[in-house]
């Protein structure tokens, strides 16, 4: 079976999204953790956020997974039948 670029590039685009919201609580300090509550925000707010080195980790964690189930997926090792029968949508083979 071949894959489109197109395909590709929307499923990347998809499983970056999940893994960014997986990786944004690492890290995270709040402002009244770290003492420096700026007037007028939320004591909640991150002090520091970090987006730009989450953003790289998860284009990193993405790129791997990705690349990992694109292989599994072209080697026949893993096919569109074995994941619905994981997820329960098909029934398992006897």
């Known amino acids: 079976m071949e ?3 197109t395909t590709v590039l929307a499923i990347y685009f998809i499983a970056w999204w999940i893994v960014l919201f997986a990786i944004l609580p690492f890290g995270v300090r709040s402002q009244e953790e ?3 509550v700026t007037p007028g925000t939320d ?3 991150p002090a520091v956020p970090l987006l730009v080195k989450k953003a790289i980790w998860t284009t990193i964690v993405t790129t791997l997974l990705c690349g990992l189930f694109f292989w599994l997926f072209l080697t026949r090792r893993l096919t569109l039948d074995d994941l619905g029968t994981l997820w329960g949508l098909l029934p398992a083979p006897r």
């Open 34 to 36: 770290d003492g420096t």
């Open 3 to 5: 894959l489109r670029w």
């Open 43 to 45: 004591p909640g707010a």
